[in-house]
Structures are given as structure tokens and as C-alpha cells.
């Protein structure tokens, strides 16, 4: 029995309707994307036809997620909206703050001694305001959403980036910052730039060694971390069928890594049986009652260059596997062309960890892929190079390889266990006691980000991303340019051998099992439950509104020009910060202390020019403040790549940031700064990035005539007198630039609740 399953015939039942109603509007066929966009429109049945990548859209999402990590933020400002109740169904989900270490076990006693008070308050809260609870140890939010709540054809959002994951079952699933799931709590609706199309025609079949994540890696090659960038990415035709339910999971949750909206694919058999086998008959039953109106129209796929805007073919039966990395998730390498480029860059070809699982490869079918190759190891008498780490996605998956012996393979293999949680793919990994000063090495892991200090806080690992199959493979081995298509091993007994291709169950033969999930339902009536927050708790910290940064900016500061990329782990950093998630004074002691000062290509270190004394980040931007001094960010392309994270615009917000003004935005990030009541700009000409000075000092000429489609203009004054005028764009519509007035998105919700 599925969760919400009235929620999910209703969105089935206006299906027809509203789809045939946006097609006459449109005028042409419908893409999938497109008709779950026009099914879930606020005002209801479609009157006009929005202009992709221009119209900004009211919609109305099913449901919401969150991760532990964000949900404090985001639950913390629902507290604020002034509602007794969520307005749609709600989950939050324990996965983030549980530290990979010595093995599940102790890991998640630690977890539950170090951070009880914020899984407590999590837990309160959510019993309040009527949130589904995942406790710690119930496994990781987008397999768990895909394990209960994603179902073809609905809309969602998560304050997490890859709760795109959900695509994998038709979804449109969007991640999203904390304030924009409050608006959706809080029975509002949900604005989005209408997205641009990219189409991913996928022929042929997957065999041998190739797996789903290889069909990722090669469209992040091709995109790049910036290329789905205002566009939902829809993957169909023979090898998008032929693919399992799961397999369509981890292409949609790297797609976050490319920047896309979200990714999806059309409803199918793999995708029924999956319902079927999650015990979701009943939303099988329902969708195969509405399943034209599940895929996009049959002209679409057979002339997709006249309905997307951009199309990419991949030939499955040609598609090689590879890994990509080190320190970027775009940069791909195909077995068997390894040695020569890790040479020429200086990578470390020995490997020391294979991480195999988290959110986008931690499936039964993923596990029992990758045992299958580390049963060879055991079987043909090979000693495994490498250590193994295992992330399982979920207690049902957990509990279901274990009943089928899938794990016992690896721990015969003396691999690591770790909680079903994220642990090592989100910074959560304590490999080292002092990791900044670790040594340079190589690890490969089935995760989806790579970039520096990702997994264990070590600059210095050179991490790659792969399959589970040829991450297990290449743990076997060894060494970062192991083919196992091609290289042989030598075993125990000196004896050369190849390892086979792998096997595996797209679904478990016997089914799946669990004997407790980890799911606690919300009392009927919250009105009684008591939500406390200690005044001196290190951790968490109720919120203040913020104040409007007004009309009038004169005389700003710059904090700090980043160079080069800046995601939202050098914004602001996870890993052993995950801890202050619940408290903003505290975290924001992180505040773009991984960000490289283009002035002097430091991290954390950067003038104040009230001393003349360089320090940094936080404690500059502090002294500003203290001063009644607006300051500025100036940042590269695609500056926020990367995390939904909102404490990346929350944190500067805090400490006195008024404007970050950048070459280009990632998405998420864009939004984020503008539902704290920040201005988030582009250079009109991206190339006035260079006349940005360490000692200058700004003004916004005409800030009063802030409007929609209106340029801004910024006078840059220079510490020899001289000055630049400096043109700059944004997207605020006027919606937006309410937001900003009122000093925040949240600040008129809870107004106009009032």
C-alpha cells in the first residue's frame, strides 16, 4: 500500500484534462516534462503557452522531502509562517549527520549520542506540523523517496540537489533550497523559470561492463557541470526502455551534477514492476490507467529535434565504461585510456578505497552487481588491493542483501558496512584524524560529486567516479587504469586471470523484506506537541527575521572575489559543519572559507579594508558588519554549483552580503539568494570581472528604480579615486523583488498570514 495514495488518483484523475487542455493551448505534441509541468499549474487547467527558459511559472508540487542536514533550516522558518500544519505531504529524513567510521553499528550509536538534540527536535517538529519521520539508520532520502513516495508523472521538490533521483520513476523531481519548501508547506505556490528541453535519445542496449551510471558520466562530459544548466533533461527511446527502474534512478541523480533542473523518463514496465515489487500495486494500478499521458506523444520521440531544445543521441551498444574525476564530475576518461592521461596529470594510480552506494548507486541491484565481481575475487583466489566501503540505500535494501547474502560477499572481503546513510559521499567520512595534512592519493567511488575534500576532508584525494561494477573492479586490482575488459590479474597462486562480466537481480528473486523501516507517522493532532530550543545550544538556534537591505547601497565593501569554481562546498562547507546546520551564527564561521581569493589565490584570507590587516572570511565580514558596512561577493561562472544548500546564501545574508555578483549562476544557488532578500547579478559584461579591485568600494546607482527586466548600474570606486561604471543583469520578477523589499520570501509569508 502506497503512502498518499488519494493525493496520487487525484493528480491521475485531472490528468486528461489538463493535458489535452495544454496541448490545444500549445499547439503541437507534448513532451513528458511538459505535461507533468501543465498538470501541476496553480491556477489549474493551462491558458497560455510559457516561453521556455523566460516565463517564470506558479506550480503546485505533491509532496516535499528533506534531509536532516536542511530540514532544520527549512523547519525552523516554517516555524515562523504562522500554519499548525503542512499543506502537502512532507517527509523528513535522518541521513546526513551520521558519520562513516568503524562500521554501522558504532557509527549509528555515535550518531544518535552526538546529534540526538537535533534528531529530537527534527522528530518533534515533524510530529507538530504532521511530517512522516525516517529515523537514523532508515537509509538515504531519494532511495528511500524512491523505495515509498515517487510515482510516475507526479512533481515534488526536496531541499536536497539530488532529489532528482526521483526521475528514475517518472517524476519530476526539482531540488530546492529550504525557503522555497516553506512556501509549499505553507500552502503557497512554488514559482520555477519555465525549464528549456534537452532530449537524451538513448539506442541500443547496456551489456558486459557498462552500467546506467556510465549513460551520466558521458552526458556530464558532454554538458559539462554547467550544461542542463535552466533545462529538464529527458532521457527515452530503446536503451531508456530496456533499463531498469533503479538504472534510470542514478541517471537522473547525477543530473544535478550538470546543473539540469531535474532529469526524468517516460513510465514503463521497469518502472511498474519496481511499484509492483516496493508493494505499490496500487499505484501500478493507477498509472496504467493514464499511461499515454505518461511519456511524452509518440511524435515527440520519433521527431525530438522539433520539440526539445537541445538533443543528445547515445549509442548504448557502443558505450564504454569510464570514470570521471579527479575534483570535478565532468571530466570523463574511458577504461583503457587511463595510464597515459593520470601520467600527464599526475594522478596516483594506485588506489587505496572503493566506495560503493550512496543515493544514486545504492540499490539491491547495484550491490548485487558489484558482489558478483567481488565473489570473483574470492572465487579465483585474487587478494583485493583496496579497501571497501559500502553505503546501502536503504534498512529494506540492507536488510534484503543481507537475507540474500549480498553483504556477506564483501565482508568476506573485510569491506566496511556503514550506515544506511550518506557518510563518505557528503563529507561524512572520518578517515583520517587530520586530514588537511593527509597524503596525496587515489580513491574511485560509485558517489556523484568529486570535488576537492568531498569524501574525507583531504585536499589531496584524487577521487573518481565509476559504476558500482567497475569500482569494485578496479578496488580489486588495485590501480585508477585497470580495463577489466581487457587486463588480467595475477592471483594467490601466481595464476593469470580475467574477472567476467558482472551479473546481478534487477529486483530481489525472493522479494524485498524489512522488519523495521525506520518510518514514524505523525499524530493526528500536533497542537499539544512542545517544540524547545535551548537558548545556549551550540546547534541549533531559533531565527530572526532579517531586515530589509533597502534602495540604498552606498559605500559597500568587497568581501571577496572568488576565482575559478565555487560550489556550495566553498560557500559553505559540509563535512564537520553538517553539526551547526540548526544554528546560523555558528555555521556561518564557515562562510566562503573554501573560496580562492582571486588577489592572492589563498583560501580564507582576505583584506579588510577598515585595518588594512588581512584575515578571514567570517571575522572580515563580521567587522563590516559591526561597522554598519554592506558588503559584496564577486564570484566566476556558475558560481554555486553544486548543493541546494540555502545556508550558502543564509550564511552571507547574515553577515552583512548585500549583493554577489558573478559571471553566472547555478540555479538552485540564483534562487536561494533571492528568497533571502539578497541581490543575486550577473555582468552584462562578463569580462568587467576584471576591473573588480581588493580596495574597492561600491555603490548602486539607481538600486530605487529596481524592476523587473531592468538593468542595475554599479559605480565601482577605486582607492586611487578613479571609478568604473559597471552594468549589471538579474532575473527578479516583480514577485522576487517583493521578496527583497520585505527582506525575505519568509518575511511575507508570515505577513501576509498574519
Same mark, same amino acid.
Given at each position: 500500500?502506497?503512502?498518499?495514495?488519494?493525493?496520487?488518483?487525484?493528480?491521475?484523475?485531472?490528468?486528461?484534462?489538463?493535458?489535452?487542455?495544454?496541448?490545444?493551448?500549445?499547439?503541437?505534441?507534448?513532451?513528458?516534462?511538459?505535461?507533468?509541468?501543465?498538470?501541476?499549474?496553480?491556477?489549474?487547467?493551462?491558458?497560455?503557452?510559457?516561453?521556455?527558459?523566460?516565463?517564470?511559472?506558479?506550480?503546485?508540487?505533491?509532496?516535499?522531502?528533506?534531509?536532516?542536514?536542511?530540514?532544520?533550516?527549512?523547519?525552523?522558518?516554517?516555524?515562523?509562517?504562522? @500554519?499548525?500544519?503542512?499543506?502537502?505531504?512532507?517527509?523528513?529524513?535522518?541521513? /546526513?549527520?551520521?558519520?562513516?567510521?568503524?562500521?554501522?553499528?558504532?557509527?549509528?550509536?555515535?550518531?544518535?549520542?552526538?546529534?540526538?538534540?537535533?534528531?529530537?527536535?527534527?522528530?518533534?517538529?515533524?510530529?507538530?506540523?504532521?511530517?512522516?519521520?525516517?529515523?537514523?539508520?532508515?537509509?538515504?532520502?531519494?532511495?528511500?523517496?524512491?523505495?515509498?513516495?515517487?510515482?510516475?508523472?507526479?512533481?515534488?521538490?526536496?531541499?536536497?540537489?539530488?532529489?532528482?533521483?526521483?526521475?528514475?520513476?517518472?517524476?519530476?523531481?526539482?531540488?530546492?533550497?529550504?525557503?522555497?519548501?516553506?512556501?509549499?508547506?505553507?500552502?503557497?505556490?512554488?514559482?520555477?523559470?519555465?525549464?528549456?528541453?534537452?532530449?537524451?535519445?538513448? $539506442?541500443?542496449?547496456?551489456?558486459?561492463?557498462?552500467?546506467?551510471?556510465?549513460?551520466?558520466?558521458?552526458?556530464?562530459?558532454?554538458?559539462?557541470?554547467?550544461?542542463?544548466?535552466?533545462?529538464?533533461?529527458?532521457?527515452?527511446?530503446?536503451?531508456?526502455?530496456?533499463?531498469?527502474?533503479?538504472?534510470?534512478?542514478?541517471?537522473?541523480?547525477?543530473?544535478?551534477?550538470?546543473?539540469?533542473?531535474?532529469?526524468?523518463?517516460?513510465?514503463?514496465?521497469?518502472?511498474?514492476?519496481?511499484?509492483?515489487?516496493?508493494?505499490?500495486?496500487?499505484?501500478?494500478?493507477?498509472?496504467?490507467?493514464?499511461?499515454?499521458?505518461?511519456?511524452? !506523444?509518440?511524435?515527440?520521440?520519433?521527431?525530438?529535434?522539433?520539440?526539445?531544445?537541445?538533443?543528445?543521441?547515445?549509442?548504448?551498444?557502443?558505450?564504454?565504461?569510464?570514470?570521471?574525476?579527479?575534483?570535478?564530475?565532468?571530466?570523463?576518461?574511458?577504461?583503457?585510456?587511463?595510464?597515459?592521461?593520470?601520467?600527464?596529470?599526475?594522478?596516483?594510480?594506485?588506489?587505496?578505497?572503493?566506495?560503493?552506494?550512496?543515493?544514486?548507486?545504492?540499490?539491491?541491484? !547495484?550491490?548485487?552487481?558489484?558482489?558478483?565481481?567481488?565473489?570473483?575475487?574470492?572465487?579465483?583466489?585474487?587478494?583485493?588491493?583496496?579497501?571497501?566501503?559500502?553505503?546501502?540505500?536503504?534498512?529494506?535494501?540492507?536488510?534484503?542483501?543481507?537475507?540474500?547474502?549480498?553483504?556477506?560477499?564483501?565482508?568476506?572481503?573485510?569491506?566496511?558496512?556503514?550506515?544506511?546513510?550518506?557518510?563518505?559521499?557528503?563529507?561524512?567520512?572520518?578517515?583520517?584524524?587530520?586530514?588537511?595534512?593527509?597524503?596525496?592519493?587515489?580513491?574511485? /567511488?560509485?558517489?556523484?560529486?568529486?570535488?576537492?575534500?568531498?569524501?574525507?576532508?583531504?585536499?589531496?584525494?584524487?577521487?573518481?567516479?565509476?559504476?558500482?561494477?567497475?569500482?569494485?573492479?578496479?578496488?580489486?586490482?588495485?590501480?585508477?587504469?585497470?580495463?577489466?575488459?581487457? !587486463? @588480467?590479474?595475477?592471483?594467490?597462486?601466481?595464476?593469470?586471470?580475467?574477472?567476467?562480466?558482472? $551479473?546481478?537481480?534487477?529486483?530481489?528473486?525472493?522479494?524485498?523484506?524489512?522488519?523495521?523501516?525506520?518510518?514514524?507517522?505523525?499524530?493526528?493532532?500536533?497542537?499539544?506537541?512542545?517544540?524547545?530550543?535551548?537558548?545556549?545550544?551550540?546547534?541549533?538556534?531559533?531565527?530572526?527575521?532579517?531586515?530589509?537591505?533597502?534602495?540604498?547601497?552606498?559605500?559597500?565593501?568587497?568581501?571577496?572575489?572568488?576565482?575559478?569554481?565555487?560550489? $556550495?562546498?566553498?560557500?559553505?562547507?559540509?563535512?564537520?559543519?553538517?553539526?551547526?546546520?540548526?544554528?546560523?551564527?555558528?555555521?556561518?564561521?564557515?562562510?566562503?572559507?573554501?573560496?580562492?581569493?582571486?588577489?592572492?589565490?589563498?583560501?580564507?584570507?582576505?583584506?579588510?579594508?577598515?585595518?588594512?590587516?588581512?584575515?578571514?572570511?567570517?571575522?572580515?565580514?563580521?567587522?563590516?558588519?559591526?561597522?554598519?558596512?554592506?558588503?559584496?561577493?564577486?564570484?566566476?561562472?556558475?558560481?554555486?554549483?553544486?548543493?541546494?544548500?540555502?545556508?550558502?546564501?543564509?550564511?552571507?545574508?547574515?553577515?552583512?552580503?548585500?549583493?554577489?555578483?558573478?559571471?553566472?549562476?547555478?540555479?538552485? /544557488?540564483?534562487?536561494?539568494?533571492?528568497?533571502?532578500?539578497?541581490?543575486?547579478? $550577473?555582468? !552584462?559584461?562578463?569580462?568587467?570581472?576584471?576591473?573588480?579591485?581588493?580596495?574597492?568600494?561600491?555603490?548602486?546607482?539607481?538600486?530605487?528604480?529596481?524592476?523587473?527586466?531592468?538593468?542595475?548600474?554599479?559605480?565601482?570606486?577605486?582607492?586611487?579615486?578613479? @571609478?568604473?561604471?559597471?552594468?549589471?543583469?538579474?532575473?527578479?520578477?516583480?514577485?522576487?523583488?517583493?521578496?527583497?523589499?520585505?527582506?525575505?520570501?519568509?518575511?511575507?509569508?508570515?505577513?501576509?498570514?498574519?
Amino acid at each position: 500500500m502506497a503512502f498518499d495514495i488519494e493525493m496520487i488518483k487525484k493528480v491521475y484523475n485531472q490528468m486528461a484534462e489538463r493535458v489535452n487542455k495544454a496541448r490545444e493551448v500549445v499547439g503541437r505534441p507534448l513532451t513528458l516534462s511538459e505535461k507533468i509541468l501543465y498538470n501541476h499549474l496553480w491556477d489549474g487547467n493551462a491558458t497560455t503557452a510559457f516561453t521556455r527558459g523566460k516565463d517564470y511559472v506558479d506550480f503546485a508540487p505533491d509532496r516535499i522531502a528533506c534531509q536532516d542536514a536542511t530540514a532544520q533550516m527549512a523547519l525552523l522558518q516554517f516555524m515562523q509562517a504562522g @500554519k499548525s500544519k503542512v499543506a502537502v505531504p512532507t517527509t523528513v529524513h535522518c541521513d /546526513h549527520l551520521i558519520q562513516a567510521k568503524e562500521g554501522a553499528k558504532k557509527d549509528l550509536k555515535r550518531a544518535n549520542d552526538v546529534s540526538s538534540e537535533v534528531f529530537d527536535f527534527l522528530a518533534s517538529v515533524s510530529n507538530k506540523y504532521g511530517i512522516g519521520f525516517w529515523e537514523p539508520g532508515a537509509g538515504i532520502i531519494h532511495q528511500v523517496v524512491l523505495e515509498n513516495y515517487a510515482f510516475p508523472g507526479g512533481m515534488m521538490i526536496g531541499t536536497d540537489s539530488h532529489t532528482v533521483n526521483a526521475g528514475g520513476l517518472g517524476m519530476v523531481a526539482i531540488g530546492v533550497g529550504g525557503a522555497d519548501a516553506v512556501d509549499v508547506m505553507a500552502g503557497m505556490a512554488w514559482e520555477l523559470k519555465f525549464p528549456k528541453l534537452i532530449g537524451v535519445k538513448l $539506442t541500443g542496449k547496456l551489456s558486459g561492463w557498462t552500467a546506467p551510471k556510465d549513460v551520466i558520466l558521458k552526458v556530464a562530459e558532454l554538458l559539462t557541470v554547467k550544461g542542463g544548466t535552466g533545462a529538464i533533461v529527458e532521457y527515452f527511446g530503446p536503451g531508456a526502455t530496456s533499463m531498469s527502474c533503479t538504472g534510470k534512478g542514478t541517471i537522473c541523480n547525477m543530473g544535478a551534477e550538470i546543473g539540469a533542473t531535474t532529469s526524468t523518463f517516460g513510465y514503463d514496465e521497469s518502472m511498474e514492476r519496481y511499484l509492483r515489487a516496493t508493494d505499490r500495486e496500487d499505484v501500478a494500478d493507477a498509472a496504467n490507467k493514464v499511461k499515454d499521458y505518461l511519456t511524452a !506523444d509518440a511524435e515527440v520521440y520519433a521527431n525530438p529535434e522539433h520539440y526539445f531544445d537541445q538533443v543528445i543521441e547515445i549509442d548504448l551498444n557502443t558505450l564504454l565504461p569510464r570514470l570521471n574525476g579527479p575534483f570535478t564530475p565532468d571530466l570523463g576518461t574511458e577504461v583503457g585510456t587511463m595510464t597515459e592521461k593520470a601520467k600527464a596529470n599526475d594522478w596516483p594510480l594506485k588506489v587505496e578505497w572503493g566506495l560503493i552506494g550512496s543515493c544514486t548507486n545504492s540499490s539491491y541491484e !547495484d550491490l548485487s552487481r558489484a558482489a558478483s565481481i567481488a565473489q570473483q575475487a574470492l572465487d579465483k583466489g585474487l587478494k583485493t588491493k583496496a579497501e571497501f566501503g559500502i553505503n546501502p540505500g536503504s534498512e529494506q535494501v540492507r536488510y534484503t542483501a543481507e537475507r540474500d547474502g549480498i553483504l556477506q560477499v564483501f565482508e568476506k572481503l573485510d569491506a566496511k558496512i556503514f550506515t544506511n546513510a550518506c557518510g563518505p559521499c557528503i563529507g561524512q567520512w572520518a578517515r583520517y584524524s587530520d586530514p588537511k595534512n593527509a597524503p596525496k592519493n587515489s580513491i574511485v /567511488h560509485s558517489f556523484n560529486r568529486n570535488f576537492a575534500k568531498r569524501a574525507d576532508g583531504n585536499p589531496n584525494t584524487h577521487a573518481f567516479v565509476a559504476s558500482p561494477e567497475l569500482t569494485a573492479a578496479i578496488a580489486i586490482a588495485g590501480r585508477l587504469d585497470f580495463n577489466p575488459l581487457t !587486463d @588480467k590479474l595475477i592471483n594467490e597462486k601466481g595464476e593469470e586471470v580475467m574477472l567476467d562480466e558482472p $551479473t546481478g537481480w534487477e529486483l530481489p528473486p525472493k522479494g524485498f523484506e524489512v522488519k523495521d523501516n525506520g518510518y514514524v507517522d505523525p499524530v493526528k493532532d500536533g497542537s499539544k506537541v512542545k517544540v524547545s530550543v535551548n537558548s545556549s545550544s551550540e546547534r541549533l538556534q531559533l531565527l530572526t527575521p532579517f531586515e530589509p537591505i533597502g534602495n540604498e547601497i552606498k559605500g559597500a565593501k568587497l568581501l571577496i572575489k572568488a576565482f575559478g569554481k565555487c560550489t $556550495t562546498d566553498h560557500i559553505s562547507m559540509a563535512g564537520p559543519w553538517l553539526r551547526f546546520r540548526g544554528h546560523l551564527d555558528n555555521i556561518a564561521n564557515n562562510t566562503l572559507i573554501g573560496a580562492v581569493n582571486a588577489f592572492n589565490k589563498q583560501t580564507n584570507f582576505v583584506k579588510n579594508q577598515l585595518t588594512g590587516d588581512f584575515a578571514g572570511v567570517p571575522d572580515t565580514a563580521r567587522a563590516y558588519k559591526a561597522a554598519g558596512i554592506k558588503t559584496i561577493v564577486v564570484g566566476d561562472h556558475n558560481y554555486g554549483e553544486g548543493s541546494s544548500r540555502e545556508h550558502a546564501a543564509m550564511q552571507p545574508r547574515h553577515l552583512g552580503v548585500a549583493a554577489v555578483i558573478v559571471k553566472s549562476f547555478a540555479r538552485i /544557488h540564483e534562487t536561494n539568494l533571492k528568497k533571502q532578500g539578497m541581490l543575486g547579478l $550577473t555582468f !552584462d559584461n562578463e569580462v568587467d570581472y576584471d576591473l573588480i579591485l581588493e580596495d574597492d568600494t561600491f555603490n548602486f546607482v539607481d538600486l530605487n528604480e529596481f524592476a523587473p527586466g531592468k538593468q542595475l548600474t554599479l559605480e565601482a570606486v577605486h582607492a586611487d579615486g578613479s @571609478k568604473d561604471i559597471i552594468m549589471l543583469n538579474h532575473t527578479y520578477n516583480q514577485s522576487q523583488i517583493d521578496w527583497y523589499n520585505e527582506g525575505s520570501a519568509l518575511n511575507l509569508i508570515k505577513k501576509e498570514n498574519a
